[in-house]
């Protein structure tokens, strides 16, 4: 086999109070690749859905943990990636991410499944590196594990699956850029003591919560006291948003990942589609285009397509 296809999922990374250390897979939106074998160690990317992202795979998300695979492996094959992407880059659902790990997998894959996920997600991370400047793996980790992941430290790499119960996903997507290398530099770099003790209180209680199948303790777990404040300033109808969709049922949530997407959590479909209507009554009234979805936790992340 010298070729494959894989949808490669949207994920939200943080999980609000999880700053860098949780990241849930979503089962839409997803891009598509092919990735090809080449003869000679070099890789060449090919984009079909017109979003002007680098061509140079040093510079690619999808190319750079191609290339890093080939060094590490003293290759003499190479890789051509065609990518079609449905995840906007810029939006907060982990659109750089899906370009990494999806070219991982699929690269993984042609080579006989030679890596382990822990380092499919260390290669992918090479990838986030070219979009944010820095190596999290918040958004790798569950586009290849899929569902829900908590990341314990990324050096070395420690990711623990985490089961949780069934779950639906209202996302709103209003259409502004917000470059998560922007969203990290306005963040303060020293965080209160008693802002840290609720943090960490919330992030075990989350983690608690997804394990018991406790949608109460989920819902009181998603606050975010240290990089909510600061980042909502960035998305319009933020506060808004997020108390009457709970009003509408929404058990809670925030920015996903970076932002500007923001993203609930729901008990039944029922719920989660009200919480649809909510945003965009939202960002109809506030005159800002949006994109929405409903969807749910994708437990298998990066899929090959048969
Ligand atoms: N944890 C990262 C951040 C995720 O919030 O900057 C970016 O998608």
Not at 71 to 96: A, T
Not at 104 to 123: C, E, M, P, S, Y
Not at 190 to 205: C, S
Not at 228 to 247: A, N, T, W
Request: hydrophobic share 45%; net charge negative; with cysteine.
């Amino acid at each position: 086999m010298n070729e494959v296809t894989i949808q490669s999922p949207a994920t939200v990374a943080n999980l609000v109070c999880g700053f860098d250390v949780l990241g849930m897979a979503l089962d839409a939106p997803f891009d598509t690749m092919q990735v090809r074998l080449l003869d000679e160690p070099i890789v060449v990317i090919t984009s079909r859905d017109g979003f002007p992202l680098p061509a140079d795979p040093a510079q690619n998300t999808a190319g750079a943990p191609l290339l890093a695979m080939i060094e590490e492996l003293n290759s003499k094959i190479g890789f051509e990636v065609i990518i079609d992407k449905q995840i906007k880059p810029g939006s907060g659902i982990g659109s750089s991410a899906a370009s990494a790990a999806g070219a991982v997998v699929a690269a993984n894959h042609l080579l006989g499944n030679i890596f382990t996920k822990q380092d499919q997600v260390r290669f992918a991370m090479f990838g986030e590196k070219v979009a944010s400047g820095v190596k999290h793996a918040d958004n790798v980790a569950p586009c290849i594990y899929g569902g829900i992941t908590l990341i314990r430290s990324i050096f070395p790499l420690d990711i623990i699956a985490i089961p949780s119960p069934l779950l639906y996903v209202t996302v709103v997507h209003p259409q502004i850029e917000v470059r998560t290398s922007d969203a990290r530099q306005i963040l303060r770099k020293e965080v209160l003591l008693k802002d840290a003790i609720r943090q960490w209180g919330n992030i075990a209680g989350l983690v608690a919560g997804f394990m018991k199948n406790d949608y109460d303790l989920i819902g009181r777990s998603l606050e975010d006291v240290i990089i909510e404040p600061v980042r909502s300033m960035l998305i319009p109808g933020f506060d808004e948003v997020k108390q009457k969709c709970k009003e509408a049922g929404a058990l809670g949530g925030g920015i996903s990942g970076s932002g500007p997407s923001i993203f609930m959590l729901s008990k039944d479909p029922a719920t989660a589609h009200e919480v649809e209507k909510v945003m965009k009554a939202i960002y109809e009234r506030i005159g800002l285009a949006y994109h929405t979805y409903v969807t749910s936790i994708n437990p298998e992340g990066v899929k090959i397509v048969p």
